[in-house]
């Protein structure tokens, strides 16, 4: 849908102060909220690959976690016993990943509602008990620790401040990714799949290919999450890719709204900033988590995105009007 | 490997096949009355297993009354589930995500709340025959896993002949299967699915009584159970009380076989892979009707 | 600053701080404590762990550690994942190799119950992390012939505990055990080395004045030891649990 000029405007302007008040936030706030900040942009590549499952395939997936944990233990692996550069390593991870998605993406999506969600948790949970058991490449309960920082020409990305300018950046490109592939031919093609699939498959659209295809990029944001992740921390054990982490994700995705990728942004903020901020409420912190995400699924249906998107349209309203009133 | 063990294994994967078939059943009853997929089910068990055991031992009443307590609380907090959160997702038109993510808040709430009133340990409740174990070929079997095993088919029996023959289990199917038309010959498809929540809380409640003596109630046994239900529940074809049963005595005896056969670092890998081969190769899961695609 | 913390020597990482301080003894020595009742004392060969894939892994890779130095054999070890519910098909495998005794090493009380329930009947080694009172309670009826290496039996305690067994039990009414001796250790801990410091000291000093063989009612440490913690065999005491009472054994080890 073309945009009117009011849009095009409003969109540049909002992008430019978005893009000033990210840059300045970390100077104005605490370590410990800049680490949430840190974490909310891993979470943001990871939970967009859910959230594009969900959102153009219709798939509930709950393997994202098993995904991050092989993109982590790759470049753990690589970096720390295989001695690789950590680029050489992270692109391994995802490599990996897309096969590892392309292998049993391609018997198991051919299962549909609830069977395809069971089966993606039956993967997480197999992945989480191999991360443990291949001990010889994960470390097994103890983890893989020493994983080396990342820098860029010198500078060392070891602190969460410097981080912060590695990781966003990271997502904004993902962002971009995510962004293009929806206006693109595939997009196109996605968006047929999902809402008129035998008009689709009766054009040309290979359905089965297309959904594997997606699922393979969705492991691959999982992965290149899980390797920023390793090299933010610097060790990592099994803990981190339990079934927990699997529903974290998938509530980042629905949370945020599955069609909109600012939705994802504010999904993956709450899940990490929320229970950190509840917590000085003492030991009723969990109750109340569950208790605000019931009231957020109540009362948005449609995710944190809608409340974007309509919060959007209203003041794109208000400037056109205004401005056609000047005139 | 000794007919001991292999009997031992097989009484152990019948004994927990049947407690995932038990929350199996829970979520097979919410779903073919209601259409909805319940995250919250083994927190009813929870809740059930929670308020017999304050009933047995803060206010000291006999097991009986602590059982039947159990189940009520279970069927309570099924009603409200569903005028507290499925109702308001719905009125706002809500998506299946919706329903799967509000009970699963619910879930988290529950599960928070047992760990604040009881902290982090577990606890006992007795079973029927207490302790006592049985022989078989030098295996033992808990009396009260015997116990559970008939109580649990005896429920399944029940509910089948109460959605076959009775005028309410039939308007609860109605609703389900066509609200329109449900509707259009008077039924009052809205209280419809609060019996359906209602009858899923008790049986929830009532597999929480059952199931604690054998696992210990603790904070997290909710969402494990709801896991292992789930997958039960699916392998069976997810709208039938047997076919729940049933896929969860595969699931059990296939951990169970894959610890003694292969090894108990897999065991998780052997059952998991099995489920998926299974769900691929029968669409329909074992028991389900055709035409169903796995919802 | 001085940390002080509760778990044994973890991930290798750790030994790169200079001011962490344990207060419970690495898992090697715990293996090593378990070893050392069986063979020493039972005088057996054959033993079955059965163990979770937390906790119980790490004692575990240290037990397989010194299997060859005290001449055992491990002919039977099952995992189970740490929130297992029943774990009874382990445990039947473990019964099928008819070991001379048991390791149940886990931080629940179900391993424990299934063991007997299968059975089991040989005699049962723990490790510290289960020796509770509440783990006593999630035992049931089980509660009988288990052994544990650890440090403060408090209804016989040492000469050296008897101070703080006596002045927990007036504040709780309640046997202190391990856990709550540490905790009376660190914070007498902390203020002897306030008071050595002094007044203007910073948390560095504080640190360094930690840093050296320092006498508690848990166990006698050594900060300055590599380990982190300096606790020595000797400072174990071997109860067993019987009826659900802890009794002190007269076995020690040097």
Not at chain 2, 166 to 172: H, I, V
């Amino acid at each position: 849908m073309k945009q009117t000029r009011a849009e095009r405007v409003a969109t540049a302007i909002a992008a430019l102060v978005g893009l000033a008040i990210w840059a300045a936030l970390p100077w104005f706030v605490g370590r410990g909220t800049i680490d949430i900040l840190v974490f909310s942009g891993l979470y943001t590549i990871a939970g967009l690959g859910v959230s594009f499952l969900l959102g153009q395939c219709g798939i509930v997936s709950l393997a994202q976690s098993g995904f991050y944990g092989i993109g982590a233990y790759a470049t753990a692996y690589g970096t720390t016993v295989l001695g690789l550069p950590i680029p050489v390593c992270i692109v391994m991870g995802i490599i990996f990943s897309g096969l590892i998605a392309a292998a049993v993406g391609i018997p198991v999506l051919r299962l549909s509602g609830y069977f395809l969600a069971l089966a993606t948790l039956a993967l997480a949970i197999i992945a989480h008990v191999l991360f443990l058991e291949v001990e010889w490449l994960t470390g097994g309960t103890l983890g893989i620790g020493g994983i080396p920082r990342i820098s860029l020409f010198g500078f060392v990305f070891n602190t969460p401040f410097r981080f912060y300018y590695l990781v966003w950046p990271c997502a904004f490109v993902v962002i971009l990714l995510c962004h293009n592939l929806l206006n693109s031919r595939t997009g196109i093609a996605l968006r047929a799949m999902r809402d008129a699939p035998d008009a689709a498959a009766v054009a040309g659209v290979k359905i089965e290919s297309l959904k594997v295809r997606i699922f393979i990029f969705s492991a691959a944001l999982g992965a290149f999450a899980g390797s920023l992740f390793a090299h933010y921390v610097s060790f990592i054990s099994v803990d981190s890719f339990s079934i927990d982490r699997a529903i974290s994700f998938l509530l980042i995705a629905v949370l945020g709204g599955v069609r909109s990728i600012a939705g994802t942004i504010a999904g993956a903020l709450f899940v990490t900033a929320a229970p950190n901020y509840l917590s000085r409420f003492g030991d009723i912190h969990p109750i109340l988590f569950a208790a605000i995400l019931i009231v957020a699924v109540i009362f948005l249906p449609g995710g944190f995105g809608s409340v974007i998107a309509t919060a959007w349209r209203a003041s794109i309203r208000f400037v056109s009007r205004n401005a056609a009133a000047a005139r | 490997m000794t007919v001991t063990l292999l009997v031992q294994s097989i009484l152990a994967g019948l004994t927990n096949g049947y407690v995932y078939g038990l929350i199996g059943l829970g979520i097979a009853v919410i779903f073919r009355g209601a259409r909805i997929i319940n995250a919250m089910q083994g927190d009813f068990a929870l809740i059930g297993a929670v308020f017999a055991y304050l009933v047995a031992n803060n206010l000291g009443l006999p097991m009986p009354v602590a059982v039947v307590a159990g189940v009520t609380a279970g069927g309570v907090t099924a009603f409200l589930v569903e005028r507290l959160l499925v109702r308001p997702t719905a009125k706002r038109r809500g998506t299946d995500d919706s329903y799967l993510l509000v009970t699963l808040g619910g879930a988290f709430a529950v599960s928070a709340a047992v760990l604040l009133y009881f902290g982090r340990d577990s606890y006992v409740l007795p079973g029927i025959g207490g302790n006592k174990l049985v022989d078989i070929f030098d295996a033992a079997m808990r009396v009260h896993a015997i116990w559970l095993i008939v109580i649990s088919t005896a429920v399944v029996l029940v509910l089948r002949w109460f959605y076959a023959s009775t005028r309410l289990g039939q308007a609860m199917l109605a609703s389900s299967i066509d609200p329109e038309g449900a509707l259009t010959i008077g039924i009052n498809v809205g209280l419809m699915r609060s019996f359906t929540f209602t009858l899923g809380g008790i049986v929830g409640g009532l597999a929480g009584v059952l199931v604690a003596p054998l696992i210990n109630i603790h904070y997290e046994m909710g969402l494990l159970l709801t896991l292992k239900g789930f997958a039960a529940a699916i392998l069976g074809g997810l709208t039938s009380p047997f076919g729940a049963i049933f896929g969860g005595v595969l699931l059990g005896l296939v951990e169970s076989l894959a610890v003694v056969m292969i090894s108990s670092g897999y065991k998780d890998v052997v059952a998991m892979s099995l489920l998926i081969v299974i769900m691929i190769a029968m669409p329909q899961g074992l028991f389900g009707r055709r035409g169903r695609q796995g919802g | 600053m001085a940390e002080l913390c509760f778990t044994g020597l973890g991930p290798k990482i750790e030994l790169s701080y200079k001011s962490l301080y344990h207060l419970l003894p690495p898992q090697e020595l715990n293996a090593r404590a378990m070893l050392e009742y069986v063979t020493k004392e039972l005088k057996v060969k054959k033993i079955g762990i059965l163990h979770d894939t937390g906790y119980g892994q790490v004692v575990t890779n240290q037990l397989n550690g010194l299997r060859e130095k005290y001449g055992v054999e491990f002919s039977g070890v099952e995992k189970f994942e740490v929130g297992a519910s029943d774990v009874t098909a382990q445990a039947a495998k473990i019964r099928a190799v008819n070991p001379d005794v048991v390791f149940v090493i886990a931080t629940s009380a179900v391993p424990f119950r299934n063991v007997r329930q299968v059975k089991i009947e040989q005699p049962i080694v723990s490790a510290i992390g289960s020796a509770t009172y509440d783990y006593v309670r999630g035992f049931g009826e089980y509660a009988d012939n288990i052994v544990f290496p650890e440090f403060v039996v408090g209804e016989d305690p040492k000469d050296s505990q008897k101070e703080f067994v006596a002045a927990f039990q007036k504040e709780y009414n309640a046997v202190p055990k391990n856990f709550e001796a540490a905790a009376w250790d660190a914070v007498h801990i902390i203020a002897k080395a306030i008071e050595k410091a002094g007044p203007t000291a910073t948390p560095k000093d504080i640190a360094a004045a930690m840093r050296g063989p320092q006498a508690g009612a848990m166990a006698n440490y050594d900060f300055s030891n590599e380990d982190q913690t300096g606790i020595e065999m000797s400072s174990y005491v071997f109860s067993k649990l019987t009826k659900g009472k802890f009794e002190r054994l007269q076995f020690t080890t040097k």
